[in-house]
């Protein structure tokens, strides 16, 4: 776990939302290259659609993959119902060291409804260079799992191939 909640870039958005990032760098996923990225407050990030669009990016519901349902192409290393507006941070980085990758990391954000508790610091991993994707977890605290919808996994751009 390579800690970058004080000297990454740090994403401020509202309960439920998305901003398309810079990766710095091109990762390949499902075959298609990518410069960008969406991070959604709700445990993930996609590569939105063949448009560069993100339909449905502010998804809080875990949903099983593959679901052609939007949002699609995405990497979820705990899609559930956190809200950074409740505390925590959520921030991304390019970490240039061999090997070069793009980390996102939601640090001590609570789940939804909890007023603050139940606060949960995990990580996206993107290699550059290999295409691997590493889930990396610090602690973690979820008791609602959103009704039980939390998702780990990826799914690619027509939510026709995942695994979770």
């Keep these: 776990f390579q800690d970058i909640s004080t000297d990454g870039n740090v994403v401020v958005l ?33 590569f939105g ?11 809080f519901r875990g949903e099983p993959f593959p ?10 290393p705990l899609w ?5 507006e409740d505390g925590g941070n959520i921030t991304y980085k390019y970490v240039m060291n061999m090997p ?17 508790s139940n606060t949960n610091t995990f990580q996206a991993a993107l290699y550059f260079d290999s295409g691997c994707i590493e889930f990396r977890y ?4 979820l008791e609602e799992l959103n009704g039980g919808n939390a998702t780990v996994g990826v799914e690619n751009i027509d939510g026709t191939v995942g695994l979770d």
Excluded: H, R
């Design 100 to 116: 070069d990758k793009f980390i996102t990391q939601w640090t001590d954000v609570p789940e939804f409804g909890t007023g603050g």
């Design 80 to 84: 559930n119902d956190i809200n950074p």
């Design 14 to 46: 509202p309960d439920d939302e998305s901003e398309e990032v810079p990766m710095n760098n091109t990762f390949t996923f499902f075959g298609i290259d990518y410069t960008n990225v969406f991070v959604s407050t709700a445990g993930y990030v996609s």
């Design 67 to 76: 679901d052609p349902v939007t949002p699609n192409n995405v990497i979820a």
């Design 49 to 59: 659609d063949e448009d560069g669009d993100c339909p449905n990016c502010d998804d």
């Design 138 to 141: 610090g602690s973690l605290t």
